[in-house]
């Protein structure tokens, strides 16, 4: 299982950005596209999931109403929708795949993608 993310950069308060989550290698369709933050100096943070058929979809009180994810099958790709940005979503963003949506589940990660919000 591959997972790669992108879409990353410097936003400024109250502005949008997507995230990508592209994924191959595996076809489970009870598999859950994960997304995770880190910011500075915190832990993990679980910010949403989606169930690989489009079922299920979470997202953290932290979040909801801002962030939507958004998937495209035809590309296999996952996305984090962020509108409204608060300098207090500025982390390192992971993608991940599990069988659920808890964090200690994931068994693939990406590299991370960095967003910054900032004036």
């Known amino acids: 299982v591959h997972v790669v993310e992108s879409g990353g950069g410097l936003v400024q308060p109250g502005g949008s950005l997507r995230l990508s989550c592209a994924t191959s290698?595996?076809?489970?369709?009870?598999?859950?596209i994960n997304w995770v933050r880190r910011a500075p100096g915190k832990g993990r943070e679980w910010v949403a999931s989606i169930r690989s058929d489009g079922t299920n979809v979470h997202t953290a009180d932290a979040v909801k109403g801002r962030f939507t994810i958004p998937r495209d099958n035809a590309k296999n790709t996952v996305y984090l929708q962020m509108n409204s940005l608060e300098s207090e979503d500025t982390a390192l963003y992971y993608c991940?795949?599990?069988?659920?949506?808890?964090?200690?589940?994931?068994?693939?990660w990406g590299q991370g993608t960095q967003v910054t919000v900032s004036a």
């Open positions: 290698g595996f076809t489970d369709t009870s598999y859950y």
């Open positions: 991940a795949t599990g069988p659920s949506p808890l964090l200690e589940e994931y068994d693939n």
